[in-house]
């Protein structure tokens, strides 16, 4: 698009990256809060994966020279992905500490947190590293301004396959998850029954 012209470009992929960032906040993050609330976490996770994958396919139309806009289609559709990735993950590792204080009697959030980051982490430096493997690979050379066809078709396969091939291992992943709504209650519960008879317990001890 834009010949290869920066200048030319001007402000077009910022907006890309804004308007993203007004999908997620303004209409997904609700509409996965409201879906949480009456499906279900994991429902809500593996809907909003799958919708996100036919945003992502749609890049493949969505990226035309003759029509810029077309870039902005599939924006509220694969924000769905991100949105739902960091809204319902955080939510679900609460649950998981949760139950792990179950098992264990210790509380870790610390500890699951730590974990959850660093691999966001490590994502983004994975992510980082992936980019300039698959730019050598694909032959783009930064030095000319408009790539060869091959080129532009690889890149659109790379931008579309490597987010697509992460969301299907993350609902391939999420095949195992039982730790539903039921679940989750009957833990709390639990949890709540085991600290009242902890604190009646010190109660008495400190009685006497």
Same mark, same amino acid.
């Given at each position: 698009?834009?010949?290869?012209?920066?200048?030319?470009?001007?402000?077009?992929?910022?907006?890309?990256?804004?308007?993203?960032?007004?999908?997620?906040?303004?209409?997904?993050?609700?509409?996965?809060?409201?879906?949480?609330?009456?499906?279900?976490?994991?429902?809500?996770?593996?809907?909003?994966?799958?919708?996100?994958?036919?945003?992502?396919?749609?890049?493949?139309?969505?990226?035309?020279?003759?029509?810029?806009?077309?870039?902005?289609?599939?924006?509220?559709?694969?924000?769905?992905?991100?949105?739902?990735?960091?809204?319902?993950?955080?939510?679900?590792?609460?649950?998981?500490?949760?139950?792990?204080?179950?098992?264990?009697?210790?509380?870790?959030?610390?500890?699951?947190?730590?974990?959850?980051?660093?691999?966001?982490?490590?994502?983004?430096?994975?992510?980082?590293?992936?980019?300039?493997?698959?730019?050598?690979?694909?032959?783009?050379?930064?030095?000319?301004?408009?790539?060869?066809?091959?080129?532009?078709?690889?890149?659109?396969?790379?931008?579309?396959? @490597?987010?697509?091939?992460?969301?299907?291992?993350?609902?391939?992943?999420?095949?195992?998850?039982?730790?539903?709504?039921?679940? @989750?209650?009957?833990?709390?519960?639990?949890?709540?029954?085991?600290?009242?008879?902890?604190?009646?317990?010190?109660?008495?001890?400190?009685?006497?």
């Amino acid at each position: 698009m834009n010949q290869g012209d920066p200048s030319l470009a001007g402000v077009w992929p910022t907006l890309f990256g804004s308007v993203s960032a007004l999908c997620t906040c303004f209409l997904v993050i609700p509409t996965i809060n409201w879906m949480a609330q009456h499906y279900g976490k994991r429902l809500t996770f593996m809907v909003t994966q799958s919708v996100s994958i036919l945003g992502y396919f749609m890049f493949w139309w969505s990226f035309n020279p003759s029509n810029p806009y077309l870039m902005f289609l599939p924006i509220p559709i694969f924000a769905f992905g991100i949105g739902g990735l960091f809204t319902i993950m955080m939510s679900m590792t609460a649950d998981i500490c949760d139950l792990d204080e179950l098992h264990t009697g210790a509380r870790r959030e610390g500890l699951f947190g730590a974990i959850y980051w660093w691999m966001v982490k490590f994502g983004l430096a994975f992510a980082g590293l992936l980019s300039g493997l698959i730019l050598t690979f694909i032959g783009f050379d930064q030095n000319t301004a408009i790539q060869s066809e091959g080129t532009l078709a690889q890149l659109r396969i790379a931008f579309i396959g @490597v987010p697509v091939s992460g969301t299907l291992i993350a609902l391939w992943a999420m095949q195992g998850y039982e730790l539903d709504e039921q679940a @989750v209650e009957k833990v709390k519960v639990e949890l709540m029954a085991r600290r009242n008879g902890q604190q009646a317990s010190d109660a008495r001890v400190t009685t006497a």
